[in-house]
């Protein structure tokens, strides 16, 4: 397949991908705005499609990790929507304060239990608290994947029980 037959394919399919994308986001602005996301890493990215693969398929998949990743980025971000047409919910929350004392007493908890960590748990576990993902974990430390999956495992469960024990 020739390049121009590849893109003129991700193109025609591009329009078979706008329910799957409405459906993800529940907003005709941001469906739209994953498609175009969509076709372009496509096309970026035409030199690892294979051969013999459903484009379609391909497609649709890049989508539902594009939407994938950028829901994690918003979300570690604090990002809110309001649907509400007049902003009432991001407005009351201007109006709100927090009381942030309990907050950072929780923290110094967690902090301590961290520290309590052998470095082999820790630094897996906070590698993977700062938002970087198991496979970029592995390579940083040079281990297994599935080491760094059990090793952040079992570093959530110590320090469970040992806030608990805090609690």
Do not use: C
């Amino acid at each position: 397949m020739t390049t121009l037959q590849f893109n003129e394919q991700v193109v025609d399919f591009s329009g078979s991908l706008k329910p799957f994308a409405y459906k993800l986001t529940r907003n005709s602005d941001d469906a739209s705005d994953l498609i175009q996301e969509t076709v372009y890493k496509a096309l970026i990215n035409a030199d690892k499609f294979h051969k013999g693969t459903n484009l379609k398929a391909w497609l649709f998949t890049i989508m539902r990790n594009i939407f994938i990743n950028n829901y994690r980025r918003n979300s570690r971000h604090g990002i809110v929507s309001d649907p509400t047409e007049n902003l009432s919910l991001l407005n009351s929350i201007r109006n709100s304060t927090t009381n942030s004392g309990l907050v950072n007493i929780h923290m110094e908890e967690v902090n301590k239990a961290l520290e309590n960590l052998s470095e082999e748990f820790r630094i897996p576990f906070l590698l993977h608290y700062e938002g970087f993902k198991y496979n970029e974990i592995a390579e940083e430390l040079q281990l297994p994947l599935g080491t760094v999956k059990s090793r952040i495992f079992f570093a959530r469960k110590a320090l469970q029980k040992m806030i608990d024990r805090l609690v």
